[in-house]
């Protein structure tokens, strides 16, 4: 067996689509799963659509997601170079190949494959023209996902325009021979092309790779493939939105593969181990953006403090909006008393705010809801009283100040929560109030007790 070289070939089209980031993220776990090498090749035959923008945001995309590249641009590699726009060469020589074996030939200035089989002249009615049919034997494609498939070429192939420029079935056939890829990991789309392809393996006397198409990615709501213009469809909105890239690859690969039984967060390390190709479903795999947001919860919450803390930070530079950070080690608390409560880092603005200003707003609705069980002004009052004797230092201590205060009135902790969570906060949603307590401190506490009493 030759060694597994894989490759992931998008072309720089402007963004960079959920469906393109499986495919790179299968190549990339099959490489790694065998041993072998994870290629990057960019086909830019497309010279208008291309600039370098468009070729950051491919690189800046599998840098995000943890996929690495072993040869490509930016690293090199022995079979480059890795852009197509650079091979014209290479694109030539193997021009020069196909015609010393007789199957190519020149019509209007086109370059055409020609097929071998019987031909005859047959009238098109869908184009209007008379059109040259081959009877070629079928090509047998066993695809490792599909299985055996089995496709008919009846009609010769251009193979360079006449405007001189290669088509994408030719370049693309020459650089998997030139790159020596044993491995064609790509979406179903392609499969359609296949046999264009293996015929032109098979002319030019290279080894045919194997092939593996991987099912569609369907559209949350309704039928078809999911497009760009689809929500949630481009990898560069999750980024932006502060998702973790590990979420994102876990539920990539459980879009058309499974680990074999029901786990769904599963160690990188631990996908790579069991991942092969025959594992890959022949069926479409539906895009569901509340398990993905489900699972970046989980990783969000299991997240080591100190990286969720960098993330954290690097989201709060990103979003100038929230207030500058003052003391690191206040931040800190904040962010570890968020952490637990958060569905994603986009939510840490809102949640988090009234802990950086003294002007949060006070939601009117929850105002009116506290003050219709009793006027508050008396709890406020005493909880005031009570905060210079009160343990800051933990939940467990404040939980217990409130508790002995509620004992010493003969009421409940829940007759102060709910004054004391509008009162610091300004709503009725956050964190525990006694960890808002324990990191908003004895001072700030105090003094917005006081504030909202004098306005109550
Ligand atoms: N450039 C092609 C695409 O983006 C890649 C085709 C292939 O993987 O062979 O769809």
Do not use: C
């Amino acid at each position: 067996m030759p060694p597994v070289r894989v490759r992931f070939a998008p072309s720089p089209t402007g963004f960079f689509h959920i469906g393109s980031a499986r495919t790179a993220l299968f190549n990339w776990l099959y490489a790694r799963h065998t041993g072998g090498v994870f290629v990057l090749r960019i086909e830019d035959t497309d010279k208008e659509r291309n600039s370098e923008q468009f070729y950051n945001l491919i690189y800046d995309a599998l840098t995000w997601l943890g996929l690495g590249w072993d040869e490509g641009p930016r690293v090199g590699g022995a079979h480059g170079p890795y852009l197509q726009s650079e091979r014209a060469g290479i694109y030539r020589e193997y021009l020069e190949k196909l015609k010393a074996t007789g199957r190519t030939y020149e019509k209007d200035g086109a370059i055409y494959f020609r097929l071998l089989g019987e031909r005859s002249e047959v009238f098109d009615e869908h184009r209007q023209k008379t059109v040259t049919k081959v009877q070629a034997a079928p090509t047998v494609i066993d695809d490792l996902i599909r299985g055996r498939v089995e496709r008919v070429e009846d009609e010769d192939f251009v193979i360079v325009r006449s405007d001189g420029n290669p088509v994408f079935h030719f370049v693309n056939v020459v650089d998997d021979i030139t790159m020596q890829i044993s491995h064609v990991i790509r979406g179903e789309d392609h499969l359609s092309n296949t046999s264009k392809h293996v015929e032109l393996f098979k002319a030019l006397g290279a080894p045919v790779p194997q092939f593996a198409h991987i099912p569609l990615i369907l559209k949350q709501n309704g039928p078809g493939k999911m497009s760009k213009r689809d929500q949630g469809a481009l990898v560069e909105e999750y980024q932006k939105r502060g998702y973790l890239p590990e979420a994102l690859v876990n539920f990539l690969a459980l879009l058309g593969w499974n680990p074999g039984d029901d786990r769904e967060k599963l160690p990188i390390a631990e996908i790579i181990r069991l991942f092969d190709l025959p594992g890959v479903n022949q069926s479409n795999a539906r895009f569901d953006d509340k398990k993905l947001a489900h699972m970046n919860m989980v990783y969000l919450l299991e997240l080591p403090a100190d990286r969720f803390m960098a993330l954290a930070k690097d989201y709060f530079a990103r979003h100038p909006a929230v207030p500058a950070l003052q003391d690191e080690a206040y931040f800190r608390e904040v962010m570890l008393l968020a952490q637990p409560k958060l569905k994603g880092l986009e939510e840490l603005p809102a949640y988090t705010a009234y802990f950086f200003t003294e002007d949060y707003p006070i939601d009117e609705k929850v105002k009116a809801k506290v003050l219709a069980k009793g006027d508050p002004k008396a709890r406020l009052a005493e909880l005031i009283a009570a905060l210079p004797a009160m343990d800051f230092s933990s939940d467990a201590a404040v939980e217990e100040g409130i508790k002995a205060l509620a004992a010493k009135n003969n009421l409940g902790f829940g007759d102060y929560q709910a004054v004391a969570r509008l009162a610091v906060s300004g709503t009725n949603v956050g964190p525990s109030i006694t960890g808002m307590f324990r990191v908003l401190g004895r001072d700030r506490v105090g003094k917005r007790l006081e504030r909202f009493l004098a306005a109550v």
